[in-house]
């Protein structure tokens, strides 16, 4: 009975480790976020940041999504507009950092 008590004690504390050695870990999202996409224009000054999540294994396609004060919105990566939004905000991080 001491052995299995040692036993069941350690496995609980070997678990307790490990849970709480991932629980700040990023979150990983395994789909996409963008189920539809916003294609016409949205003025600069409106969009307060903009997100890119690269094409992977969680998704296939590149997703742009701008935070706006009325929510989130999902762009058309494909759109000239949007590229040179996407453009627009790295400068402005770029020249945020110096």
Same mark, same amino acid.
Request: with cysteine; hydrophobic share 45%.
């Given at each position: 009975m001491m052995k =299995?008590?040692?036993s069941a =004690?350690?496995?609980?504390? $070997?678990t307790a480790a490990l849970l709480s050695t991932t629980e700040g870990a990023k979150q990983i999202q395994l789909r996409c976020e963008c189920i539809k996409t916003h294609s016409d224009p949205i003025p600069f000054k409106l969009i307060q940041?903009?997100?890119v999540n690269e094409a992977g294994p969680h998704c296939k396609n590149e997703e742009i999504i701008a935070t706006m004060k009325k929510?989130?919105? $999902?762009l058309n990566p494909a759109k000239d507009w949007v590229i040179s939004l996407k453009e627009k905000f790295n400068k402005k991080n770029v020249k945020s950092q110096n």
């Open positions: =299995f008590s040692t =004690f350690m496995l609980l504390i $070997c940041s903009l997100r929510g989130t919105t $999902c």
